[in-house]
């Protein structure tokens, strides 16, 4: 057999992602050997890209809303208080950037007191506090 050259790797490894046949298969219509051939599967296999991307938020949507209005209503409450009280199973981190994506202030701690009155800058307008939308 030949030595082989980077076009026929390149087309090889491109009828394996295509699923043209087994390893063996392809090696033999390549004229390659199967062992010169499975390191390259190998590699491929290793650089395939891999999916990207971050977890989905845990409020989004109404439970953001609701998350807004709850701040609104307890203004004194602190980041655990309001995970209990919204009901969302997640961690005291998930409350604070879903409060920072809203611009709210919250209150870090029970032992301190707020030092400026709290509630949402960005849903003031946006959510009534009578529940509805404006």
């Known amino acids: 057999m030949s030595i082989a050259t980077a076009e026929i790797r390149r087309r090889a490894i491109d009828a394996y992602k295509m699923g043209k046949g087994s390893q063996a298969d392809i090696a033999s219509s ?24 971050h977890r989905q938020a845990l409020y989004s949507g109404k439970q ?54 709290g509630g949402c800058k960005s849903l003031e307008k946006a959510v009534d506090p009578r529940g509805g939308q404006t």
């Open 30 to 53: 390549y004229r390659v050997d199967l062992r010169t051939f499975q390191p390259w599967a190998l590699s491929f296999q290793r650089t395939a890209p891999r999916p990207h991307g």
């Open 64 to 117: 953001l809303k609701a998350l807004a209005q709850l701040g609104g209503k307890h203004p004194d409450a602190t980041l655990e208080e309001l995970k209990n009280m919204s009901g969302v199973k997640g961690s005291i981190m998930a409350v604070q950037r879903a409060l920072n994506r809203l611009g709210c202030r919250y209150k870090r701690n029970a032992s301190r007191q707020r030092a400026r009155p």
